[in-house]
């Protein structure tokens, strides 16, 4: 048996993600137990069975009555207290049909494709207004496109946009030192909701959890104290319930904007890895779609989920437990080949592309679709540059999201 625990282990992916380990387990193992062992301040976990294939993954994503959200939510660590795991229950993600349904079906309008095709001409102008020429950190610089569309659905004020990137610095890159801390916002410049919420920020030691109520504090007192905008998710929100908006505005505030800060990079470092395929798409920019979709599938934003099982049953045939944590790896599903031929090779021209970036089932990523404008956006300007590496990349030290925390590039407008 291969060493399972490297999976777990944040300090693995600060490297690379293990996807010669993802297809050996793939193959022999397509169902394994994960041991979950102590990391720095962070106690040891129960444990988790991972899972590889992409027809098991989709299966447990879609089958929710067998492989539930809400019963130990859809992190790999369990909150540290039954009353914080009460709390996260109330966020959409972490709920099961039909109470997902009703979550759901509040917050869609801002997402629809009319509600997209509005704001597109706006995403694709500020994508051009990205670059300079000469160096700099893509990740900062491209980090600016998803953080304003976000504030821009959410309602969120530009003097205040900032506050949403470093609240999803700190909880998705609480893993990492670099992020977990991390304060960019000018307090000076601030809304008067923002002022309260620097002065309402808590004080986080090590071993608290990032992601528990006590912890959100600031974040919490911000979404009470904005005033909803006309036509936002934040009005829409108004008929939750105290912890479905909070929630809510936590899962905004987070999975809106980390996954295009983590996608956009990870898609432009494949670019300069594979420099025929780079060629490739300036010579056919006809294949932007199909590229942007080989972006998400080579370089999942989101690596894995976890579910927790809602009875004894089998899966690849393995016997799980009622209560075990299920842990899906859409990493390893986008490069099983019994869906993809070649499945380590770049093809910016691959179709099919069954990749599961943006999950599957029920909980499939409600902006799925903005993203992909964003992706578009921002590669078709780029398109228009000379790109070249400037240093190297760094990696995000995260078991669960796929991010760069800097990638130095020199650009030379083309032409």
């Given amino acids: 048996m291969e060493n399972t625990q490297a999976l777990f282990l944040p300090s ?12 050996t387990l793939r193959r022999d193992s397509p169902v394994c137990r994960v041991p979950e062992p102590a990391v720095g301040p962070w106690r040891a976990g129960t444990g988790f069975w991972a899972v590889f294939r992409h027809r098991d993954v989709k299966h447990v ?9 809400h019963l130990g939510a859809t992190q790999i660590r369990d909150p540290e207290t039954a009353e914080d795991l009460e709390f996260v229950r109330a966020m959409m993600l972490n709920t099961d049909p039909p109470g997902h349904s009703r979550l759901r079906r509040i917050v869609a309008a801002a997402f629809t494709p009319r509600a997209v095709r509005a704001l597109e001409e706006t995403i694709v102008a500020r994508a051009r207004g990205l670059f300079r020429e000469g160096e700099c950190d893509f990740v900062e610089v491209v980090a600016e496109l998803p953080v304003w569309t976000l504030a821009h659905v959410m309602g969120v004020p530009d003097e205040d946009r900032r506050l949403l990137y470093d609240w999803a610095s700190r909880v998705i890159g609480y893993q990492d030192a670099d992020y977990a801390g991390l304060s960019t916002a000018d307090a000076g410049r601030l809304s008067p909701a923002g002022r309260l919420a620097v002065a309402t920020r808590p004080e986080l030691g090590p071993g608290i959890n990032p992601r528990s109520k006590a912890a959100l504090t600031d974040m919490f007192a911000y979404a ?16 939750l319930t105290g912890p479905e908006f909070e929630n809510m505005f936590f899962l905004f505030a987070v999975a809106g904007n980390e996954t295009l800060r983590n996608g956009l990079p990870g ?5 300069l890895e594979h420099p025929d395929q780079h060629a490739r798409l300036r010579a056919e920019p006809e294949l932007l779609d199909s590229a942007v979709e080989e972006m998400l599938r080579f ?3 989101v690596m894995d989920f976890r579910r927790t099982a809602t009875r004894d049953l089998t899966l690849g045939g393995q016997k799980i437990e009622r209560g075990d944590k299920v842990v899906v790896y ?5 490069r099983d080949p019994e869906v993809f031929a070649d499945p380590d090779r770049f093809d910016i021209a691959r179709t099919p592309n069954d990749h599961v970036s943006f999950g599957f089932g029920p909980h499939f990523c409600l902006g799925a679709h903005l993203a992909r404008v964003q992706m578009r956006a921002v590669f078709t300007e780029l398109l228009e540059w000379d790109v070249e590496p400037a240093g190297p990349p760094v990696r995000l030290t995260s078991n669960f999201q796929n991010g760069l925390k800097h990638l130095p590039i020199r650009l030379t407008r083309r032409g």
């Fill in 12 to 23: 693995t992916y600060a490297k690379a993600v293990p996807y010669e380990l993802f297809a």
């Fill in 61 to 69: 994503l879609r089958a929710t009555e067998d492989f539930s959200s």
């Fill in 224 to 239: 009470h104290a904005l005033e909803p905008r006309k036509g936002s998710i934040m009005e829409a929100m108004g008929e």
């Fill in 267 to 271: 898609g432009l470092l494949t670019l």
């Fill in 299 to 301: 370089w999942p934003p």
């Fill in 330 to 334: 859409h990493a390893s599903a986008n």
